[in-house]
């Protein structure tokens, strides 16, 4: 797909095959924009009298096709209702692109001169142009890799981002940012879909070397099983020791700023490429869902393909904790007590708590690259979907002013976070008989008590921990999230 800027101030004389404009609901009333009124005068009312039929209500995400208006060089005339211009915001330009695109994917239009980003009034319109982008990205995506019959691909092959008042430079960043993001997303998505017996901890591996093969400004280095027994990363082993596929520590760099030295932003990915909760096996009813226990990693890698292609001046290292939790002969049982690389000894009380095992290690690693700041992302609990639902994930961290730049972030480009608490009431959850730590909390809070066992490994740096287990898959479909919330993060980092 082609995406690019239109600055046409006339959408009557627009070349492209159909013109995409908003319609406003108000009070019972429809009420076009900018570009709708110019089409409508161009029409000689044609389409005002058609909207004063009142079959259209505008609701956000209807869409009414009109075809050969007179005084239109556009052959077609896309109408996408947009609900109550008052509300009008990013979140839902993403929405209406994507119905808007729906519906151009059941016709033969090649080519869209869209509007729907011009008529944000009094916001910023560069999150706008970016949530068109998103959307129609989003929407057009789909995995046929293990169809024997493949879907013929969409007629659609370029979307114009049209604004009636012409553009500028920040305009063009907001679409450039919003094709970087899309493709980020796209690599999150396909790494995501794949099924376990295919994404395994060696095909991260070997994902994330062909990304550092794509960038100049991106190096990787894979610690194999061997290595991390050297460093004493007894907890990552203790998980991917019951699996017969190795486990991999993938360390990725991204050297984006002018001083190649400075303190790097470090992004850490639960990479569990299956989870079957070992010998504390999960039970059987919908467990094919945990291949996506990988989207941490999956969305870490994706993050930092738009990182590499927004070209963001700072530095970025990645860790990828990526191993497969399976029961065998050779798993860990509850009870075991292991050695973490930062020596605090584990009780594997539940060997279906294996996120925070695989990223405690991970967590303890990163710290030698002197970050500034450390995020973490992980499907890391089911108690995460009974707080948050599928719509928001959760955020926990040691820094106020982190936890807000990320929640802002996730505002600013419709992929949210929302806080939760920490502290020692908590913690004092996780106790064990025998090891320092039990890797499960007793009484409730699961999210919480996940996060203080993470909180343990991160003390020596500012740190904030992403719960995704609600906001990575939707059904059986990768989200790409939170790819876009981590790309403003670091774009907002990069403009600070
Ligand atoms: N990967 C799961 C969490 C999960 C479950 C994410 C369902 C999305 C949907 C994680 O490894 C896990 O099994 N967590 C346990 C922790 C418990 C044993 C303390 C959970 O949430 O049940
Ligand atoms: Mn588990
Ligand atoms: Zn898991």
Known sequence: ???????????????????????????????????????????????????????????????????DVAGIKASRVLLVGCGKSSDFEAKTVNQV???????????????????????????????????????????????????????????????????????DESAQTALDNGIAISEGMKLTRDLANHPGNVCTPTFIAETATSLANDYKSVDIDVLEEADMEKLGMHSFLSVSKGSDEPGKMIILQYFGAKNKKQQPIALVGKGVTFD???????????????????????????????????Q???????????????????????????????????????????????????????GKYNPSIVIDAATLTGACIVALGHHICAVLSNDDALANDLMDAGNTIHDRAWRLPMGDDYKKQLKSSFADLGNIGAGGAGTITAACFLGEFTKDYKWAHL????????????????????????INQANK
């Open 97 to 167: 692109s994507q119905a808007a695109s729906k519906t151009l994917q059941k016709t033969s239009i090649k080519s869209v001169s869209c509007y729907l980003s011009d008529s944000i009034t009094g916001k910023p319109k560069s999150t706008a142009i970016t949530q068109t982008i998103i959307g129609f990205a989003d929407s057009l995506y789909q995995l046929q890799d293990y169809k024997s019959k493949k879907k013929d691909a969409p007629s659609l092959e370029e979307v114009c981002v049209s604004l009636s008042n012409g553009f």
């Open 276 to 310: 079957t909760g070992g010998i504390s096996l999960k039970p059987g009813a919908n467990m094919d869902e945990m291949k996506f226990d990988m989207g941490g990693a999956a969305g870490m890698l994706g993050t930092l393909k738009a990182c590499a292609e927004m």
């Open 467 to 490: 719960d995704i287990a609600g906001t990575a898959w939707k059904g059986k479909d990768a989200t790409g999230r939170p790819v876009p919330l981590l790309s403003q993060f670091l």
């Open 1 to 67: 797909m082609k995406y690019a800027l239109n600055s046409h101030n006339n959408p009557a004389t627009d070349s492209q095959d159909c013109v995409v404009i908003p319609v406003f609901s108000e009070d019972k009333k429809v009420i076009l924009s900018n570009a709708g009124n110019q089409l409508d005068k161009a029409s000689a009312g044609e389409i005002s009298s058609i909207l004063d039929k009142g079959d259209f209500k505008a609701n956000t995400s209807d869409t009414q096709m009109l075809y």
């Open 312 to 366: 963001l001046d700072i530095n970025v290292v990645v860790v990828l904790a990526a191993a497969e939790n399976m029961p065998s002969a050779r798993a860990s049982k509850p009870g075991d007590i292991v050695t973490s690389m930062k020596g605090i000894t584990i009780e594997v009380l539940n060997t279906d708590a294996e996120g925070r095992l695989v990223l405690c290690d991970a967590l303890t690693y990163v």
